[in-house]
């Protein structure tokens, strides 16, 4: 069974995704840099299916076969330097976006590369990065029987990499892989998550991105 570690799992975001990698069959590491805390989270989760979720430190999360970047943007990349010896030549999946409120709304703040994950892919040149769940809201993840019906957006560079990691998103309930192209689209890929916070913000609700006229 392919083992799924989250950097920074403890949040909204990284528990959403963590529960449906754990219904889709997954045994699934939520990783923190308080291991404490991160079983602690991890005991309150209940998948429903064969896989399993626990919690772990940063470090043992990195040893998974497969690791999500769930952290805040500010701290991804020391986090990242950290345990890069751990996810070399490893499918380092990145679900970060660079923003900043002003106001009532989510702005796109964009790095020197262009994108988060590209800040990433040079700090680790050897894992093959690829994006996914940038635009999903974090409460309808969570909450199992929420009736999300979302399709997740996919960005990377080794394409059998992001053939992997479409698999495993369409495994889980409620969500649809996407191939959009290389790592190239990252930056517009984060950028469009602050659009949909903010209308979300703004109309009260709790929206995802779902694209029609594709074949399903």
């Not at 990284?14 to 308080?34: F, H, N, P, Q, T």
């Not at 994006?131 to 809201?137: D, R, V």
């Given at each position: ?129 690829v994006?996914?769940f ?41 969500l ?27 109309n ?13």
């Amino acid at each position: 069974m392919t083992t799924v570690g989250i950097l920074g799992g403890t949040g909204p975001a990284g528990r959403g995704v963590a529960i449906r990698l754990a219904c889709a069959g997954y045994e699934v590491a939520i990783g923190s840099r308080d291991a404490e805390r991160a079983f602690e989270v991890a005991s309150r989760l209940e998948p429903q299916g064969t896989g399993k979720v626990h919690g772990v430190s940063n470090a043992d999360a990195a040893k998974c076969d497969v690791v999500i970047v769930a952290t805040p943007w500010e701290s991804t990349l020391e986090t990242l330097r950290d345990v890069a010896s751990s996810v070399e030549n490893k499918i380092v999946v990145s679900m970060v976006n660079a923003m900043q409120k002003e106001g009532r709304e989510m702005r796109p703040v964009f790095p020197a590369a262009g994108s988060c994950a590209q800040e990433i892919a040079a700090v680790l040149p050897t894992s093959k990065i690829v994006t996914a769940f940038n635009h999903l809201p974090a409460a309808q993840m969570e909450d199992l029987d929420s009736g999300i019906n979302a399709d997740v957006i996919l960005s990377a560079n080794d394409n059998d990499a992001m053939a992997e990691v479409a698999t495993m998103v369409s495994a889980m309930p409620g969500l649809h892989a996407i191939e959009a192209g290389s790592l190239a689209l990252a930056g517009t890929i984060e950028a469009f998550t602050s659009v949909c916070i903010s209308v979300n913000i703004r109309n009260k609700a709790h929206s995802y991105v779902k694209l029609e006229g594709l074949a399903r």
